[in-house]
């Protein structure tokens, strides 16, 4: 069995999108926990992350965002924005009858969260940030642009593996062959011809292209700081990661001393949350929201 229940919902420009549904364990009644991947991932990012918080009796969504996984890719490519992912996790909410949320954001999935927060404050009820802050360290951001919206075509699952260890490898230098070939799984979907291919439309980096990112902003800063003070929050960092650097985190801290946080060892950007720390930091930070 696969665990979960598929969903699908409607955007508010007609997309078809999609999610993971997994139904919490029996005991008492919890706040669910709705999970958003990063810029190039996708729902089975979250594989083995979902249904051990289900376990412990909260129903978990996983999205697939737009232009990724199952969900629909956008006939603009300049709706690939964070604020219109926002709005499409507001309207799942709101087409399930959730009201209030926990959120796990991976990445481009933390930057949503913050924009959530600030769209519809009463819908997050907390929040764990996962190696994403208001401030993108430049060596990740250039390494992430390197690849993301290009085309690479595999030959086969090992060709797609090798082609993680090139562009990821920095990120999980323990990492050995077979973990290179379990992570090619999430990457790419299997096409038509057996051969596997990329697991998002490509046209997810001309808005970056167009207008690249700001590495750091005051808005980036307020958003964090109405988040942070306003709810229960654990910021989550690979200790090798290239994005979220230290110097960001001890800033982070300051704005907001109530928050958690913990740090992953010989892991970049960005923990996969199935190693132990990740584990341990989710299960304290768990236990303390509704």
């Known amino acids: 069995m696969a665990g979960f229940v598929e969903r699908r919902w409607r955007s508010a420009d007609g997309l078809s999108l999609y999610a993971r549904d997994y139904p919490a364990a029996a005991g008492p009644a919890r706040l669910p926990v709705i999970c958003l991947h990063g810029l190039t991932r996708n729902s089975k990012d979250f594989a083995d992350v979902a249904p051990w918080i289900a376990g412990q009796g909260r129903r978990v969504l996983v999205l697939d965002v737009r232009g990724r996984g199952r969900s629909d890719p956008s006939p603009d490519p300049m709706r690939y924005q964070p604020l219109v992912y926002a709005r499409d996790v507001l309207a799942l909410m709101d087409g399930l009858g959730i009201g209030r949320a926990v959120f796990v954001g991976t990445s481009m999935g933390g930057l949503i969260t913050l924009l959530l927060a600030s769209m519809r404050p009463r819908a997050v009820a907390g929040a764990v940030l996962n190696d994403v802050g208001p401030e993108i360290a430049r060596e990740g951001l250039e390494r992430i642009a390197a690849y993301a919206g290009k085309p690479f075509e595999a030959a086969d699952w090992a060709a797609a593996a090798d082609y993680l260890a090139a562009t990821s490898g920095v990120a999980f230098p323990d990492f050995g062959p077979e973990d290179w070939r379990v992570f090619a799984r999430q990457w790419f979907r299997e096409d038509e011809a057996g051969r596997p291919a990329l697991d998002y439309d490509l046209s997810i980096a001309v808005p970056l292209k167009a207008r690249p990112p700001k590495r750091r902003s005051l808005l980036a ?70």
Do not use: C, K, N, Y
């Not at 960001?248 to 132990?276: D, F, I, K, N, Q």
């Open 221 to 290: 800063w307020l958003l964090f700081i109405r988040l942070a003070r306003g709810r229960p929050t654990l910021l989550l960092r690979g200790a090798l990661s290239d994005l979220l650097s230290a110097r960001t985190v001890a800033g982070m801290r300051r704005m907001a001393p109530g928050m958690m946080v913990a740090e992953v060892p010989r892991v970049g950007h960005a923990p996969l949350l199935t190693e132990p720390a990740a584990r341990q930091a989710l299960t304290a930070f768990l236990e303390r929201v509704p």
